[in-house]
């Protein structure tokens, strides 16, 4: 695998209230569907969602799982958790609202970012705007709350700006090497691809209630003429959570086997035949040996 020339390269955090178009922004500054990236991930605090790599420079995308989730009432709670593990020491905060409407829910938000430096405010889907003048007054009112590293308004879905916000970001990120290896996504062998989208369900789904989260492993893979039959095991640390997982009537678990089933379909371009089974590995985490048999160095 090559090791592109990066000379920066940093964490950053796409961060706002529900609805205001991280992910589209993401996926946009990101590319299609990257958000599994090599392993050498697992040796940062961070989950990272997606890497994009610009000539020398390294954009490394974390979840802010919180952010992500719509479980209203428990918004505060989570934000705080957020702040705290999510966005600590990430390089850059990519603060989005959308442009020209401001809420309670964002001035909540951006109060927690207070003692943070490089927040960049990005107004998203200026495409709906009718006049860009029209944003100026709303600008200023938001640059008088904040000390914004910058403004850059944005269009995910007709792509506009993204380098613009890209440029600022990177003059941001601290100088260093890349961290993760160009392509990652094509260069990955298919069952790890497998087995970190299931892991990406899950953490969708219920990462918020897993503490100590959960391992997948592709047990049998075998490709059929017309299909590939997977059958996946979670691992996870505690009996307590194996309900968490299937949730009420194995809802939960039906829902993650059916996406994660769609998407490594996407990814064989072939039909495919998953099975995910649970089972409770008390302490792995903390056992050297288990690790290595999970794969992890
Ligand atoms: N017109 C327009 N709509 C957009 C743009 N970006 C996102 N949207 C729409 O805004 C809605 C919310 O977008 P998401 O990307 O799901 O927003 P989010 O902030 O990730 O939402 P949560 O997952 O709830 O936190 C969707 O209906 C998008 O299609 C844009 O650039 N222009």
Redesign the pocket.
Known sequence: MTQPEVTRCGFIAVV?R????????TNALIGAKISIVSRKAQTTRHRIHGVLTRGAEQFVFVDTPG??T?HGGAMNKMMNRVVTQALADVDVILF?VEAGKWTPGDQQLLDMLRDRTNVILVL??I??IKSRESLFPFVADLAGRFPFAAVVPV????REQLDVLLDEVASRLPEGEAMFEEDALTDRPVRFLAAELIREKIFRLVGDELPYGCTVVIEQWEEAPARVLVSACVIVERESHRPILLGAKGMHMKRIATEARQEIAQLLDMPVHLEIYIKVRKGWADREASLRDLGYE
């Open positions: 706002g529900p609805n205001v178009g991280k992910s589209t922004l952010f992500q719509r989005v998203s889907k495409d709906s269009s995910a879905v007709k």
